[in-house]
């Protein structure tokens, strides 16, 4: 007797277990995110439903939607079968959206009081760039923000900081204060030499026209260092 191997196609699901169908039964809160990813990308290849297509994509970047976040469109083309140039940039475009989203709330925390505050505001902008951006926020005298300004940008292992520009930044807005911020692609959080001396100098730079260092922050994935939380920042300084 001859058996034939039918695929069902997510059409052929019961209909309480396709994606969208799924949503207006019991609502978008009831998808995994492999489900939401299927939405996006619309349909599998011709082995795998769109469902399956997305958990592998998933399982790929160890189930974790901030890894997925740092795929890039070549990447998804050439690793998954079934992934085109315009499934690759709705996935892109997915990820980008959602790290709006989350800098969207932050944003309307103008006071900084914490280390925590500023990583909440910089990590939904460097947390999956593969090169280093160096940025600050300018404060005034009760810390809140003044402005969110890019100071440079490198390669995978540094950027190149220009104090006398920090320091031009902070005088063209009256600042009495402001925060560094870094990234580290690498994952390591930990500050090397040159991020040390580069503080330093900052530091030396700011005092001679009383403006003070709230804090210089490291980036790296989920995890953040603080200089000022380590005791690292003069107190006179803060």
């Not at 006071?111 to 939904?124: A, L, N, T």
Request: charged letters at 30%; proline letters at 2%.
């Amino acid at each position: 007797m001859t058996t034939t191997n039918t695929k069902l196609s997510i059409k052929d699901w019961a209909e309480e277990d396709r994606p969208r169908e799924k949503i207006l039964l019991k609502g978008i809160s009831a998808l995994s995110d492999a489900e939401l990813l299927a939405i996006i990308i619309g349909s599998g290849n011709n082995e795998e439903s769109a469902v399956e297509l997305s958990q592998r994509i998933l399982f790929s970047a160890d189930n974790n939607l901030n890894i997925l976040g740092k795929f890039s469109i070549k990447e998804l083309i050439s690793g998954f079968k079934g992934i085109g140039e315009a499934k690759a940039i709705s996935i892109v475009a997915a990820m980008e959206l959602g790290k709006r989203r989350k800098y969207s709330e932050i944003i309307n925390r103008e006071q900084i009081r914490c280390s925590r505050d500023i990583f909440e505001c910089f990590h939904p902008m460097l947390c999956d760039l593969q090169h280093e951006e160096f940025w600050i926020l300018v404060l005034n005298r009760t810390n809140k923000i003044i402005d969110k300004i890019k100071i440079s940008q490198g390669g995978v292992t540094q950027t190149v900081v220009d104090h006398k520009l920090i320091l031009k930044e902070a005088l063209s807005r009256l600042a009495s204060g402001i925060v560094l911020c870094h990234n580290h692609p690498s994952g390591n959080k930990r500050p090397g030499k040159d991020d040390d001396s580069m503080t330093k100098k900052i530091i030396e730079c700011c005092r001679m026209f009383e403006i003070y260092i709230f804090d210089h922050i490291i980036i790296a994935d989920n995890d953040y260092y603080s200089y000022a939380d380590e005791g690292r920042i003069p107190v006179f300084e803060r």
